[in-house]
């Protein structure tokens, strides 16, 4: 098996391609342009600006994305529409943190880490939107 290019460069920054049928394919985020990418099966991109940074994404249960955001969560609802930051994210850890990267829990639960900036130590955190 041999990889294949598909699109020319894309993304300055790009991060975690996921997959979901609940999108039609293949998504990803620029992460310091804030958007993010869609991949269409005839190999072109659509971008759609989130916030400052898009960090990571993951599909909803009942379609849609979590988007994490520099500093929160962002979720789009399965009609595309964009909520900034849900009230119902709980957090904890320093305000000059970042988001850096995301997974799931079999329960479907999305979790994030936090990094500080590099003149501030012991900041990290980890930290999941509430239900």
């Not at 993010?36 to 379609?63: E, F, K, N």
Request: proline fraction near 5%; hydrophobic fraction near 40%; charged fraction near 20%.
């Amino acid at each position: 098996m041999r990889a294949e290019q598909l699109t020319d460069v894309v993304t300055f920054h790009g991060e975690g391609p996921v997959w979901s049928d609940s999108w039609g394919g293949l998504r990803l985020v620029d992460l310091f342009a804030g958007d993010v990418l869609t991949l269409a099966d005839d190999a072109t991109v659509t971008r759609r600006h989130v916030d400052s940074i898009a960090a990571a994404l993951r599909p909803r249960v009942g379609g849609g994305a979590v988007i994490a955001t520099e500093r929160g969560f962002t979720l789009e609802a399965a009609d595309g529409t964009l909520t900034a930051r849900s009230p119902s994210v709980t957090r904890t850890g320093s305000p000059s943190t970042a988001t850096m990267v995301s997974g799931w829990r079999s329960t479907a639960a999305v979790l994030c880490t936090t990094t500080a900036p590099r003149a501030v130590s012991n900041r990290s955190s980890r930290w999941m939107p509430g239900t």
